[in-house]
């Protein structure tokens, strides 16, 4: 009796795993997850380019012309990867990828930050911020101009860490008109003066290039 029992507990085992519908079953399931990792690849590259597309749209007003290079090139590359799996995508995933390229485009025919004229009530808030009680440049004697310029500089390096392009832009166009002053002084002046203000300008300068070093590199990880 026992051995007809397992006999039949064999025979139906080997009955279900050679069934039809049991090995189309087993089909499916080796066939979907390779059919799911390629379509999620495709989506999670649409995912990533959506999220960098936005990252651009927020920051535009801040990226110089001269940033705009790496950048096309960066959604060129991205964009590139999409559409040799595009039809991998689903019709909505295609859409707002198309729609993505649009506003890439949109963004591109916007003026960049160093295109746009800065506002003359933003940079009397500015001069008050970055040489306190020489903010009346014209008003700047001889005497003072040395220390106008430790001011400015002092101000810069505390100010600077978080700084986008749009303040140097300001920061730079208060010096400039420092310069104008000093000019306007410049036979008052001492050479320890001058030699202390050229080292100051050499300071600001240094800066500038190394923040613009660092936020260029921070666009390429992006």
Known sequence: ???????GLVLGV?????????????????????TETQESAVEQDLRSFKEWV?????????????????IKSDFARQANKIESSFQGLSETSKRDFLELKTRFQELEARPMADEV??????????????LGSFGNVQNISA???????????????VK?????????????????????????????????DELKIRTLIGEFHTLRSGQEFKEQKKAKKQ
């Open 117 to 130: 004229p800065l506002q003359a009530e933003e940079v009397r808030l500015r001069e008050k911020e970055l």
């Open 1 to 7: 009796m026992q051995k007809g029992t397992i006999l």
């Open 160 to 192: 600077r860490q978080n700084w986008t392009s749009r303040d140097w832009d300001y920061a730079q166009y208060i010096l400039q008109n420092l310069g104008k002053r000093k000019a306007a002084v410049e036979d008052e002046l001492t050479p320890l």
């Open 14 to 34: 080997t009955t279900v795993f050679s069934s039809p519908a049991w090995a189309q079953e087993t089909e499916k399931k080796e066939t979907l997850p390779a």
């Open 54 to 70: 936005k990252l651009q749209s927020d920051k535009v007003s801040t990226t110089t012309r001269a940033e705009w290079p790496t």
């Open 143 to 157: 005497i003072h101009m040395r220390e106008a310029y430790i001011r400015f500089m002092q101000n810069v390096r």
